[in-house]
């Protein structure tokens, strides 16, 4: 075919990773700018350079980013889709080579071509145009309209090669579904200028796809031969087996990816060993269900962060750490010096030599335990991960299920360590003291290893079955009730209490953290609305009875929602808001609580006594009377048994004493006793009940009043010792906030006080005893204060 070729200006199309062979007639999207320009200035039989651009990705390619050899071709048509999407349709014609690249005036390219004739005499080329034929009518099942084509063609050895190669690449590249190594091997064929060298390569491509054809047919035979008549998809499975033995090749992209991820990482010895066996597995072709489960297992390995650590400590000052604790919460001082402690350690010793605390955090709901974690974790600058454990009854839950099982899964210990990403985050184990027991084990026992310093550095979780090192997590635990714990594993704890907040540190919290929380919820601007602290301390002290701040948190909520409210229906000229007492009591209506203690001990036998109990400690009271009978105790309100003791006890040593307790024996004989503790709903007992429950009795028979600002707890004895109670942090915050303020405690209950906030030890009174007649001088008035009923008479006691 003789074309004359254009030199000068002949307009250019750049193709990505697509190659246009002289005899090929396709079509081509056109949406590039560029290309648009070119598009929309040419019709139908104009003449045009098809070029390759070397970069696929490159959307206006340069001069140097295109291949200097291309194909003329002829526009059959230009198809108009849209403003800016054109389908082109181009007619291959032969090879040119470009001089240089210019851009045209419409903004497209042109270009100044030059002639591409082969060097060599076309008798040179017969004989590698009969190898290219024989090649092609050896291959097997080739579609007729491909051999009728290159039978037509088979005299002409240059459009035989263009044929074939067109056959064999197709009009497309990468772009389209071919690979980058056949797009290349496509544009080397086009540039190249010999055409013997062109058959020559397009044969032993051929013979190349013959032999690989043979070979996966022999593949196919013994596949079929080995599997019969299994279905479908295993056929495919054995198949992608046979396929890489023959090649010699690994697991594939995904295997390889996975096997790669694994040999970056830095295994201890036993590890490796492991992970190498079960690799070896599932390289020699593992499939079907134990596939999976080595597949699952060694992503898990992966995932698991063998030597990752968070460097927060080490560039964080112990100013800063406290600094950021001391914002979040309010007291909690002996937390926070135990943090600082281990940070201080973390920085002289390095993070690698040191064993992270067990801190456990007991106190009732509401005084910022878990939120506490959080902040543990954001001061050292660590990850942090929250395992609740309410309710967990399956050992698995902590170890994990062994492999052998369908659907097992690892333990929550190692679950929180993929999480966190790092070996030595903040792991908070939440409700430890909610912990079940079922028939599948008790998950206590499993955090036994867990939490011992010297076993859990080489932790084993039944899914992994492989040792793993926990000694740099800094576990937190939280828990109502440390005495629902066992013996082994409150052995392992360091047990930090929480027993509450006083007023004026609830004032401060309400103040610093949940106004500004609820207003930020509600879309309140704090700047329009004032609380004044008189309002907030007459909140705390008569719309809660709390040790933490969550009942608080939700009146605060409650009073803003008013104010929102009000803010609402005002608009935009809504004027600041200023909350008092009165507008506290309007939107909140009456108090809640009422102080009754200095009411209940107006009366000559009434005592007030402190109690704990799990949600921080309380005032109680009991009732007695007396009554002419024949000197029986009646004891009622569901009082416990070690309380119906001290009661018995107490009247004991008055009966015994009365003389020295200034009592007349006319005042006991011929009379019973009755003591009565009100809320009867609740069950009550302790020990640390007796020297309130014996006060009280004094006062009735003696007709002196206990003082109405003094309360009291301890265990009394028929000798008439005062022995030491628990809770003493949580009964004396218990009697600030009820007002009272002189509080009488076993003189061995002395050392207990440094855990009471300062500003509670200012503001009280402590009077410390070793046994009965210094409470009485403590407690009672010097003189009789009968008012109301005789007979009627309330006593607060100590749980």
Partial sequence: ???????????????????????????????????????????????????????????????????????????????????????????????????????????????????????????????????????????????????????????????????????????????????????????????????????????????????????????????????????REAVLREQLKAIRKELGDGEGDAGDKLEARLAELDLPADVRTSVDRELAKLRDGAQGPEGNVLRTWLEFVAELPWNARANGAETTTLNDIEARLNADHEGLDDVKKRILEHMAVLQLRGATATRAPLLCLVGPPGVGKTSLGQSIADATGRPFVRVALGGVRDEADIRGHRRTYVGALPGRILGALRKAKVRNPVVLLDEIDKLEKGWMGSPEAALLEVLDPEQNRTFTDHYLDLPFDLSEVLFVCTANQIENLSGPLRDRLEVVELAGYTVAEKVHIARKHLLPKRAAELGIDLAKVTVVDETLTTLVRDYTREAGVRQLDREIGK?????????????????????????????????????????????????????????????????????????????????????????????????????????????????????????????????????????????????????????????????????????????????????????????????????????????????????????????LAPFPTVVGSADSLAVAFSG
């Fill in 559 to 779: 009073l803003l929602r008013g104010v929102a409210l009000a803010l609402a229906r005002a608009g935009t000229g809504a004027e600041p808001v200023t909350i008092g007492e009165a507008e506290l009591r309007a939107r909140l209506g009456k108090s809640r609580f009422e102080d009754e203690v200095r009411e209940a001990v107006a009366i000559p036998g009434v005592a007030t006594g402190l109690a704990w109990t799990p949600v921080g400690g309380s005032i109680l009271f009991v009732e007695t009377s007396r009554m002419p009978g024949r000197g029986g105790v009646e004891i009622t309100g569901q009082l416990g048994d070690v309380m119906r003791e001290s009661a018995r006890a107490a009247f004991t040593y008055v009966r015994s004493h009365a003389a020295a307790l200034g009592i007349e024996a006319a005042n006991l004989d011929g009379q019973d006793v009755h003591i009565h503790v009100p809320q009867g709903a609740i069950p009550k007992d302790g020990p640390s009940a007796g020297v309130t429950i014996f006060t009280a009795l004094t006062s009735l028979f003696t007709g002196r009043a206990v003082r109405a600002d003094v309360a009291m707890t301890g265990e009394c004895t028929l000798r008439g010792r005062v022995l030491p109670v628990g809770g003493i942090k949580a009964k004396v915050l218990a009697a600030h906030r009820a007002g009272m303020k002189t509080v009488i405690l076993p003189k061995r209950c002395e050392r207990d006080l440094d855990d009471v906030p300062e500003n509670v030890r200012n503001e009280l009174r402590f009077v410390f005893v070793s046994d009965m007649q210094e409470v009485l001088d403590a407690a």
């Fill in 1 to 231: 075919m003789s074309i004359s070729i254009p030199t000068r200006a002949v307009p250019a199309l750049p193709l990505r990773a697509t190659v246009l062979f002289p005899g090929v007639t396709a079509s081509f999207a056109v949406g590039r700018p560029r290309s648009l320009s070119l598009v929309r200035s040419i019709f139908p039989g104009d003449l045009v350079v098809a070029l390759v651009q070397k970069d696929p990705k490159a959307e206006d390619p340069g001069v140097e980013e295109m291949h200097t050899v291309g194909t003329l071709a002829r526009v059959r048509e230009v198809k108009r889709r849209s403003d800016t999407d054109y389908a082109l349709v181009l007619e291959g014609l032969r090879r040119v080579a470009v001089g240089s690249l210019q851009n045209a005036p419409n903004g497209s390219w042109q270009a100044d071509l030059v002639s591409f004739e082969d060097t060599e005499p076309p008798t040179a080329s017969v004989e590698e145009a009969q190898r290219l034929h024989a090649a092609i009518q050896a291959m097997p099942a080739l579609p007729a309209p491909i051999l009728n084509a290159v039978e037509a063609v088979v005299g002409a050895p240059d459009e035989l090669a263009d044929l074939v190669a067109s056959a064999l690449f197709g009009v497309s590249g990468s772009d389209r579904g071919g690979s980058e190594s056949e797009f290349g091997a496509a544009v080397a064929i086009l540039q190249e200028r010999s055409l013997k060298r062109r058959l020559g390569s397009l044969t032993e491509r051929i013979l190349s796809a013959k032999a690989r054809e043979e070979v996966r047919s022999k593949i196919d035979r013994d596949v079929r031969k080995e599997l019969g008549k299994h279905q």
